[in-house]
């Protein structure tokens, strides 16, 4: 069985965009071991599905009956204007649950998912989701905390959105995608990001994108080899007054 990337499924041999690789509840594959080893799934029926780069994992409008949970890979959220205007409000690595708002009455999808790079999610359906939640407290214990974490960072983007430049909003975007304060390395490589996304986060155009990361490169901010590498250093933008 295959799932294609607007989330319906097929069961025929062609190409597709998102592939079932599993559908268990007792193991879980080694790719995906380590990138969602804070969540125990024992007992949960799922599915790992693989989707490419580029691939809709679900679009805005379609109906939401699922909760969804990044175990590998990069995803990003964006919403699409009456008007066509899109802009992206988030971009989620591993760890990071997503298309929750069907739990609390929101019947179609409020946002439009997709893979930013070649990505393995864990779907559970949502009376699946429901159950284990009023069924293992330690579960719904890690399911609150995702949801107390995110209300946090969207009060915290609200305020960098009305009261910091462009320039600092920019810095601690770019901070909070290297995961900036976990016990790792003093500088992290972030997932494939456009300029044009970006700008679509924070609220500009690209050619001011284009700006700030050339000045930050200059000041040893951020480094450019093929990919992006954000150093702490980079935190004196955001705490400068």
Known sequence: MKRNGSGGKTGTTGAVKGVVRAATSKAKPVA????????????VQLEYVEYGEGTTIFAQGELATSIMY????????????SAGKEAVIAVLEGDHFFGEGCLVGQTHRMVTATAMAASTVIVVDKPEMVRQ??????????????MLTRNIRIEEDLIDQLFN?????LARTLLL??????????????????????????????????FFMNKFRKLGFIEYNGELKINNSLLSVVLRD
Do not use: C
Request: zero cysteines; glycine letters at 6%; charged letters at 25%.
């Open 32 to 43: 995906a071991a380590v990138a969602d080893d804070r969540v125990d799934w024992t007992g």
């Open 70 to 81: 990044v175990a590998q890979g990069a995803v990003r959220l964006s919403v699409l204007s």
């Open 133 to 146: 939640l009023h069924a293992r407290p330690t579960f719904a214990g890690r399911f609150l905390s995702h």
């Open 165 to 169: 430049s462009s320039e600092k909003r």
């Open 177 to 210: 995608l290297a995961r900036y304060g976990e016990p790792e390395a003093s500088h992290r490589t972030l997932p494939r990001v456009s300029q044009e996304t970006l700008a679509e986060m924070i609220g500009t155009t690209r050619s001011r994108v284009n």
